[in-house]
């Protein structure tokens, strides 16, 4: 399941593209993937996006589920300050996806990706006219090349 935030806490000053936008790339990027879908209720709630308030919506739909959170592991230093982090660890196991592949003193399970390839990264090429084609899914390329996404960060 793919959850866009409509407004992620951490870049209220600066989203990187409407919610509507990122949700068309995601939607595009794996519509021929079975098993995967996009999950819109994020981006359908009004203000900032929290975690943990979908992670309770999704125990009060699926009672007796276990939740595998995965995040990248560039969020490590700022997980501290997600919403009731706390109460979120207790409904959710984290997964950390290492792009580096390091061990981490974390107390969490990691997998390690094999691609290099970072959110910030794409969008400075962007800004540099550089492509991004190989990057993410060539569905995700064009959806930025026809809304004209990133070029003004």
Not at 7 to 28: F, G, L, N, T
Not at 143 to 151: A, F, H, P, R, S
Request: include cysteine.
């Amino acid at each position: 399941v793919f959850l866009p935030a409509r407004i992620s806490p951490h870049k209220i000053d600066r989203p990187p593209a409407s919610a509507e936008a990122r949700c068309q790339m995601v939607a595009e990027s794996i519509k021929d993937e079975p098993g995967f879908f996009v999950d819109d209720r994020e981006i359908r709630r009004e203000g900032a996006s929290f975690t943990v308030d979908t992670v309770r919506e999704y125990g009060e739909e699926f009672p007796g589920a276990k939740f595998f959170y995965f995040i990248g592991d560039d969020n490590l230093d700022e997980l501290h300050t997600w919403k009731e982090i706390d109460q979120l660890k207790s409904l959710v196991q984290f997964v950390i996806l290492s792009r580096a592949g390091m061990p981490f003193l974390a107390e969490f399970p990691m997998i390690t990706r094999l691609v290099e390839i970072s959110s910030t990264e794409i969008r400075n090429r962007i800004v540099r006219g550089q492509s991004v084609r190989y990057m993410v899914p060539y569905p995700a390329c064009q959806v930025i090349k026809m809304l004209g996404l990133y070029k003004n960060d």
